[in-house]
């Protein structure tokens, strides 16, 4: 059976980024491969350790050893769970790549009814949050304030309360492939790169074990990120309320004119002054914040470092070759071999 298996091309490639998840992995693989095997095609499932600093790497060696449909990519450090997709969308060699994280809050049995989809004609096939257990109704409510927020201001009609749970066809990630940014929001640009996409509901349940790798901060992070690759609204913004500052501001000289014209009283007072110039000292620092953004990331990818930096990879024929990057050039060209 092993050998079988790493002579055979996968028809479904699973794609799971995990940092310190050491607990959850046993369980994620058993639970992937009893759905897996059920529906008698071949499969690969590759693990991207993004860094872990807890037994994860360990772990996913020994269901490799176990395994080989288990393929392992191990970063140098952590580059972040947008990268860690990325790096899984290079390696994917399947005719359809199902993107699941590792922490079983996206049950692995919900995968039949993306490929369900997928082989009714569906491209992407996303699976969307009709219920969300285990959660503080504040982590609640500001999800749904971002989706929604997201949903009005960016330029692609992004889906309400989607994730990265999903399923791609190979041209969709072929497609992917070619998309080099830094600040990464994989789960617009999915949306972004068009082709038929269809939604299926499903239940996101508690964590199995682990705590959280999306605090508030990185949250507040993944939600810039989001706006900045998909909406110029923040910058427009500025502009906005500058013509409605001035707006305001035109009316309050034309009002203090008329006092003095017709009462021979001025608007005095040092503490007026000092709020307007406060208050516009303030607006203008927020925008030049904004802009500054926006300008962070245009020098990110001036830069054009490479995405993520691999360690050591189990399962793909090269193993411990040592550190390597994927950089646009070689991406191009794994693209070609698996076209």
């Known amino acids: 059976m092993a050998e079988e298996a790493k002579n055979t091309r996968p028809r479904f490639s699973i794609i799971a980024p995990a940092f310190n998840e050491e607990e959850v992995l046993p369980e994620f693989y058993r639970r992937i491969k009893e759905v897996m095997d059920q529906l008698g095609e071949p499969w690969e499932l590759i693990l991207i350790n993004d860094g872990s600093r807890d037994n994860t790497l360990a772990v996913m060696k020994e269901l490799h050893a176990q395994d080989p449909r288990v393929k392992i990519v191990s970063f140098s450090r952590n580059f972040g769970h947008q990268l860690a997709i990325t790096a899984g969308l290079d390696y994917a060699e399947g005719d359809a790549v199902i993107i699941i994280d590792a ?116 949250m507040l992070k993944f939600a810039l990120d989001a706006i900045t690759s998909f909406s110029y609204v923040p910058l427009q913004l500025a502009t906005y309320v500058g013509f409605i500052i001035a707006f305001i501001s035109l009316i309050a000289t034309l009002v203090a004119v008329y006092l003095r014209l017709t009462t021979g009283r001025a608007l005095l007072g040092q503490a007026t002054t000092l709020v307007a110039v406060l208050f516009l000292g303030g607006i203008q620092l927020i925008f030049l914040g904004i802009i500054g953004e926006y300008l962070g990331r245009i020098y990110d990818e001036v830069k054009a470092r490479p995405l993520y930096v691999v360690a050591e990879t189990w399962g793909f024929g090269e193993e411990k070759a040592g550190p390597r990057v994927r950089s646009v050039q070689k991406t191009t060209s794994v693209q070609g071999e698996n076209a």
């Open 103 to 218: 922490d079983l809050q996206d049950p692995p049995e919900v995968i039949p009814d993306l490929i369900e989809k997928w082989k009714e004609g569906y491209d992407v096939v996303y699976a969307v949050r009709k219920e969300r257990k285990g959660e503080s109704k504040f982590k609640e409510w500001t999800a749904k304030l971002f989706y929604r927020l997201i949903y009005r201001i960016t330029d692609v009609d992004i889906p309400k309360d989607t994730g990265d749970f999903r399923l791609m066809d190979r041209k969709v990630v072929q497609t992917l492939r070619t998309m080099r940014e830094r600040n990464r929001f994989m789960r617009g640009l999915s949306v972004w790169v068009g082709f038929k996409q269809t939604g299926v509901f499903y239940v996101r349940e508690p964590r199995f074990a682990g705590e959280t790798k999306y605090p508030l901060r990185k």
